[in-house]
């Protein structure tokens, strides 16, 4: 089939394209002498367009010798839909003069017939807008690609059973699986013990979830019906005590003994940032061994797109005196001041901070050379309020956004000197996006 024999209408870029291609083909083969005008396709150009393009070819932009080789067609074909797509797209970026309006072939007289000032007007601005939405949506489409966090660094190995920076944005979405006609969202935690080297001198014996420390940022949306089932494989009895709206069944103060697994499933409610830990007594040495992580319960219309990180704050009582002696983001001491988190320059940044350190009734939070909007709890969609510095509580988290204008390293931390100084440490390195590219 002749391609110029084919009915094509505009209905975005692709049809857009193969539209071209038509015109293209039909005069390259000779079938039309008239590039503005033939007797199966209408283009109309702007005159400026027509004539910039004519001073810069010698000619008409889609006009040339004709062609004999079926190859040369289709590159020279290839050549036109190029220079043509750049202009449509110079368009939507920068609205110049120029611009090509594609017209509908299906149900065109194929002799020339009179074209009154409504037809024009009405062909044309329909032509004009399916373009200009194909467009529009392509170069969003393209934008949207493009990574919202840089690749991750090359860590060194260690010897902790798990890496901070992994868990700085691992977000654990569960197994949905249907039961009775119902979604439930199913999530397997084990609480256990294992040795976490907290420096080169000092090494931990961690009550922990799922052999990180701290344990799982489990995800769900408000709505959801949500399982977590507990194995208990520690020494100790456990539990794990949601922060949220459940039934009281479901609260997690009874104690589930050494091999024993119990389950907790309720509908995840409100929407926000939601701690849980054992509430076994004592709860405060439980907490302070490891025993805590973060429940993200998403509102049902989503959040704008973001770099989504968690830090979680904690503290560890090598000796037992009721006292930390060190402290630390996502669980080992310092390792965020050594290995700076990568983020790119201008990208918002969605910070999900938990503050669950015993033994010190507050801290805070700052960071270097910018400031952060506060989402409370996670519970509200517009900001409470800017700061640079925020304080909290144990078992207090917010949702904090940012994004930096300049790219280096900025550092964040607790203002109480002596907490920063002994291992809750940490850098941003903001880099630039300029080897990034758009396709």
């Known amino acids: 089939m002749n391609p110029t024999d084919r009915p094509l209408a505009i209905a975005g870029l692709g049809k857009v394209q193969r539209r071209i291609i038509s015109t293209s083909a039909a005069i390259a083969t000779g079938q039309s002498r008239n590039p503005y005008r033939t007797s199966r396709t209408r283009c109309l150009f702007f005159q400026p367009f027509c004539q910039s393009r004519d001073r810069k070819a010698g000619g008409s932009s889609l006009s040339g010798p004709r062609l004999t080789s079926s190859s040369a067609m289709v590159s020279q074909a290839r050549q036109q839909i190029h220079r043509l797509l750049e202009y449509l797209l ?57 990574p919202l966090t840089p690749s991750p660094p090359v860590l060194p190995d260690s010897d902790a059973p798990f890496n901070p920076m992994t868990i700085l944005r691992a977000f654990d979405r569960g197994v949905l699986k249907q039961e009775n006609g119902q979604i439930i969202r199913e999530f397997q935690v084990m609480a256990q013990s294992s040795v976490i080297p907290l420096n080169a001198a000092l090494s931990f014996v961690s009550w922990n979830l799922n052999g990180r420390v701290p344990g799982p940022t489990l995800r769900a949306t408000e709505g959801d019906r949500v399982r977590i089932i507990f194995h208990n494989n520690a020494g100790h009895p456990h539990s794990l005590h949601f922060h949220g709206i459940h039934p009281a069944d479901m609260d997690g103060v009874k104690p589930v003994r050494h091999g024993k697994t119990m389950i907790y ?91 669950m350190i015993e033994y010190d009734p507050a801290v805070t939070f700052h960071i270097h050379a910018n400031l952060f909007q506060v989402f409370r709890t996670g519970h509200t969609l517009t900001p409470d309020e800017e700061t640079d510095v925020i304080t909290m509580g144990t078992a207090e988290r917010h949702i904090l956004e940012f994004a930096y204008p300049y790219p280096g390293r900025y550092m964040f931390h607790p203002h109480q000197d002596a907490i920063a100084e002994h291992g809750c440490m940490g850098l941003f390195e903001v880099v630039p996006r300029e080897h990034q590219s758009m396709t």
């Open 90 to 146: 110079e368009f939507i970026s920068n609205k110049p003069k120029a611009f090509l309006v594609i017209m509908p072939k299906s149900r065109l007289p194929r002799a020339p017939i009179g074209w009154n000032r409504r037809q024009f007007l009405t062909w044309g601005l329909a032509g004009l807008g399916a373009s200009t939405l194909g467009l529009w949506g392509w170069q969003r489409s393209r934008t949207a690609a493009l």
């Open 265 to 355: 499933e309720f509908e995840a409610q409100p929407y926000g940032v939601h701690p849980y830990h054992c509430h076994i007594a004592p709860v405060t040495r439980h907490i302070s061994k490891g025993l805590y992580g973060l429940l993200i319960v998403d509102p049902k219309a989503g959040r704008p797109p973001a770099d989504e990180m968690v830090l979680v704050m904690g503290g560890y009582d090598p000796n037992d005196d009721g006292q930390n002696e060190l402290y630390a983001f996502n669980g080992i001491p310092n390792y965020f001041r050594d290995y700076p988190i990568p983020i790119y320059q201008h990208q918002r940044v969605r910070l999900y901070l938990l503050n």
